[in-house]
């Protein structure tokens, strides 16, 4: 009995020996919970700490040999290898021991996506939202920048993150989306040239992005201000392209002519030329000598040429 208890004492006195003289193999990268670099960080079971340095930014960078003498200096620990000879050590902030899972990231992204998308398009609702699956697992601390382009209900795009690392990643998604609002319905068959008027057309709620062309956006009180550019049929949307604004000055209209020039100014009558609508550049003659002259039309409407003087 005497000799089984030597035997196992011998036995545990070896593999302490072997356990406290084995080498130890410090990573390429070290990670750090705050923004002192100390020897926890290494080992984290030690005993006495002793902070080493400090961070200015959330990684710092040093020569394995530098870290080497650090540790043989201020601990027994002799025997110590390295993944690399260079040594990076990240400053990796604690979240409250939050797991990050896939579910977590996917809403986060999809949660800033959102938002971005309503300041464009307040109406805006998302029905589908998927990250790609090869970067699903990524653990974001960071959003750098959004990109993204819509093709109708469809939206593609991607986000430029920092990883738990600080490493940069893109990570691309697509997203289906709706936008409901209110577009205009003609009532009866439109011509050529109809001005438009609340009494010629009807509200309808729809999703204005399962359309291809951007449906007429005004108030109901300015749609006097257009007049059809196209035969607009009864139930049709009126789209941007089918109305244009009503000019606000026809040609061989007569309108008034101020010149400004040092300091002087000329009233006069012209004849305008073309069609143009209020900060349009215009041609117009003048009726007495003949002359051509080009100016920008204001309300009035009137031509203003400015040419050296004062506008009062």
Do not use: H
């Amino acid at each position: 009995m005497r000799n089984l208890k030597k035997i196992l004492l011998i036995i545990l006195i070896i593999v302490s020996y072997l356990y406290l003289f084995a080498e130890i193999t410090i990573p390429a990268t070290i990670a750090s919970n705050d923004k002192i670099f100390s020897l926890k960080d290494i080992f984290p079971n030690i005993k006495n700490d002793r902070t080493l340095a400090f961070f200015s930014t959330n990684s710092i960078t040093y020569e394995s040999s530098m870290i080497k003498n650090w540790i043989t200096s201020t601990t027994n620990i002799k025997d110590i290898s390295f993944e690399s000879t260079i040594i990076t050590i990240y400053y990796i902030k604690e979240k409250n021991n939050e797991i990050n899972t896939i579910n977590n990231t996917e809403k986060f992204l999809k949660t800033y996506f959102e938002k971005n998308l309503i300041k464009d398009s307040p109406n805006a609702t998302i029905n589908d939202f998927e990250l790609s699956k090869y970067m699903k697992d990524t653990i974001v601390s960071t959003i750098l920048n959004l990109d993204y382009r819509r093709s109708m209900n469809n939206i593609y795009g991607n986000f430029l993150v920092l990883d738990d690392l600080n490493l940069k990643k893109y990570i691309s998604f697509k997203a289906n989306v709706s936008c409901f609002d209110y577009v205009y319905i003609s009532k009866n068959n439109l011509k050529f040239k109809t001005p438009l008027n609340f009494n010629l057309v009807e509200k309808k709620k729809i999703d204005i992005y399962s359309l291809n062309m951007k449906p007429l956006i005004a108030k109901p009180e300015d749609l006097i201000k257009f007049q059809a550019n196209r035969t607009i049929r009864k139930g049709e949307i009126i789209f941007e392209n089918a109305v244009k604004k009503i000019p606000d000055v026809k040609a061989g209209q007569v309108i008034p002519v101020e010149v400004y020039f040092d300091g002087v100014k000329i009233l006069s009558w012209v004849k305008v030329l073309n069609e143009a609508i209020i900060g349009e550049i215009i041609m117009a003659r003048n009726e007495k000598t003949g002359i051509l002259i080009t100016g920008k039309l204001y309300p009035g409407p009137k031509l203003i040429i400015n040419i050296g003087g004062n506008q009062e």
